[in-house]
């Protein structure tokens, strides 16, 4: 997948510190494609399989990243954001534009797992776990 205007290149070990500076531990996946794109927007839409209903396709609008100062692309600026919309298991990685969350497991059974979350995750029934691959 080719991703454009991402963030600079952050080696893993800076990656692990900004994480470790908010208390959080993400799936080594997660680390190595942060170290590969930190970011950006895809050129191509990107397939998901919904574990309910079957495969989709949802055109994302941009993945977020890591930089020094949180802007609105920040990983930790959205995750402060949606502090009160997600559980804190949960990290928005993703989003498709219209306001929907493409979000990471961080914490517990949630752990490692992707989920799609439908404008705000309030409620358990807006979230959908679904299968993605990052490259």
């Known amino acids: 997948m080719k991703i454009r205007n991402s963030y600079p290149k ?3 070990e800076r990656i692990l510190e900004k994480f470790s500076q908010y208390d959080l531990a993400p799936p080594k996946e997660y680390t190595d494609f942060l170290e590969k794109h930190n970011g950006g927007y895809p050129e191509v839409e990107c397939e998901y399989i919904d574990e309910d ?3 989709y396709t949802i055109s ?3 993945f977020y990243g890591i930089c020094d100062i949180d ?3 920040s990983v930790f600026a959205i995750r402060g954001f949606l502090s009160k919309s997600i559980p804190s298991q949960l990290l928005a990685i993703a989003s498709d534009g219209i306001g ?3 979000c990471l497991g961080i914490g517990g059974d949630y752990f490692g797992k992707v989920y799609f ?3 705000t995750m309030k409620h358990a029934s807006k979230k959908r776990r679904i299968s993605i691959t990052l490259s």
């Open 100 to 102: 929907n969350k493409i």
């Open 53 to 55: 209903d079957g495969e």
């Open 71 to 73: 802007t609105n692309m």
């Open 117 to 119: 979350g439908i404008k």
């Open 10 to 12: 952050l080696s893993n």
């Open 60 to 62: 994302l609008d941009c």
